[in-house]
C-alpha cells in the first residue's frame, strides 16, 4: 500500500490562494495519519514528481479551473496514477453549471430556472433586446453567475431589470459563458458527500449566514464574516431531505469518493444549486465542520481516501 501522497495545490485559477490552503491542510492531516506526503504546484515538475515516486497517490486541492474542469484527472491517467476524486468527464460535467443543472433536473431533483447565454450572443443580440424577455422568464430578483467559476467569483444578485447588463459583464469576466437564473429565497446549505468504500454517505448539513446578508468570496474566505450553524436549523425531515438530495446529485453526476452539494431551503423544500468536486479544506471551510460535527475525524477520512484510491490502481 502506497505510503507517498502527492498533494496537487495551487494553480493558475483566481482561487490560487484559497488551493494552497486547502492543500495545506490536507497535507497536515495525511502526514498526521502516517503518510509521507509532498505538496506540489500545478507546474512542468509535477509530471517529473510523479514519474518518481514510488507508487504514489494523488490527492488534488486545486480550485476552479483546471481542477475541477476535469483536466488534470484526464493528465493523471494519462500518466497512470492513481487519485483521489471524480473522473475527468464527472468533473466537466459538475463544474460547468450549464451541463450539471439540466442532469440533476433530469434526476428529479428540484433545480432552479435558468437561461444560459454565451458571450456571443449576448454580445449580438444586445443586451437591450435579451433584458425584457429574461425577466418575463424568470421574473426578479436573479441570480448571475459563469457557468464555470467557484467561490462565488463573478455572481451578482440583480434586483433591478437595468442591473442585468453590468452584471453579465462581470460574469463574463471569468468565462465565456453565464447562467441566470431565478433567486431562490431561503437558507442556505453545505452538504458534504463521502464514499468510505460503502456507498456514498452524506454528511450533517452547514448553515450559512453571512454577517452581509450575501455569501460572496469575502464572506466565504474573511473569518467572522460568516456564521456557520451544524446541524443546520431546520427540522428533522428537511435535513433528510437536503442529505437525500446531496447523494442522489453525487450519483446522477457520477461523482466519485467525495463532493460537497450546495442547496438552498426556500419554502417549497431544497433547492440543488451546484455540486463540487473540490470543496474547500481551509479553516472556514465547510467539509471539515461538517466531519467534526458527525463525530468524525478529518485526518481519518482523508486516509481512507488515499486507501481506497491506491486500491484502484
Not at 170 to 184: D, L, M, P, S
Not at 197 to 203: I, R, V
Request: glycine letters at 8%; charged letters at 20%.
Amino acid at each position: 500500500m502506497t505510503k507517498h501522497v502527492i498533494v496537487i495545490a495551487g494553480g493558475l485559477s483566481h482561487e490560487r490562494e484559497i488551493s494552497l490552503e486547502s492543500g495545506q491542510r490536507v497535507a497536515r492531516e495525511l502526514t498526521s495519519a502516517g503518510f509521507n506526503v509532498t505538496v506540489s504546484d500545478l507546474d512542468p515538475s509535477l509530471i517529473t514528481l510523479l514519474k518518481g515516486a514510488d507508487q504514489p497517490v494523488v490527492f488534488s486541492m486545486l480550485h476552479g479551473g483546471v481542477g475541477e474542469d476535469g483536466a488534470v484527472a484526464e493528465v493523471l491517467d494519462l500518466v497512470g496514477v492513481p487519485f483521489v476524486g471524480s473522473r475527468a468527464v464527472a468533473c466537466r460535467a459538475s463544474y460547468d453549471k450549464a451541463l450539471a443543472i439540466p442532469v440533476a433536473a433530469r434526476a428529479g431533483l428540484a433545480t432552479p430556472a435558468r437561461v444560459i447565454l454565451p458571450h456571443d450572443m449576448f454580445r449580438d443580440l444586445g443586451a437591450p433586446n435579451l433584458m425584457g424577455l429574461i425577466e418575463d422568464r424568470l421574473g426578479l430578483p436573479l441570480v448571475v453567475k459563469p457557468s464555470a467559476s467557484g467561490s462565488a467569483l463573478g455572481v451578482s444578485i440583480v434586483e433591478r431589470i437595468d442591473d442585468l447588463p453590468i452584471a453579465m459583464v462581470n460574469a463574463y469576466a471569468f468565462g465565456r459563458t453565464v447562467v441566470v437564473e431565478e433567486f431562490i429565497a431561503g437558507v442556505e446549505v453545505a452538504v458534504p458527500v463521502f464514499d468510505l468504500g460503502a456507498g456514498p454517505q452524506a454528511f450533517p448539513p452547514v448553515e450559512i449566514r453571512p454577517q452581509s446578508g450575501r455569501y460572496d468570496f469575502e464572506a466565504r474566505y474573511t473569518a467572522g464574516a460568516t456564521t456557520y450553524i451544524c446541524p443546520a436549523r431546520l427540522d428533522d425531515d428537511v435535513i433528510t431531505a437536503c442529505q437525500t438530495m446531496a447523494v442522489e446529485a453525487h450519483q446522477a453526476l457520477q461523482l466519485r469518493d467525495f463532493s460537497r452539494a450546495d442547496i438552498i431551503v426556500g419554502q417549497d423544500g431544497p433547492v440543488f444549486i451546484e455540486s463540487s468536486v473540490a470543496p474547500g479544506m481551509t479553516e472556514t471551510s465547510l467539509v471539515p465542520l461538517s466531519l467534526e460535527t458527525a463525530g468524525q475525524s478529518l485526518s481519518a477520512v482523508l486516509a481512507q481516501l488515499v486507501r481506497l484510491a491506491d486500491q484502484r490502481q
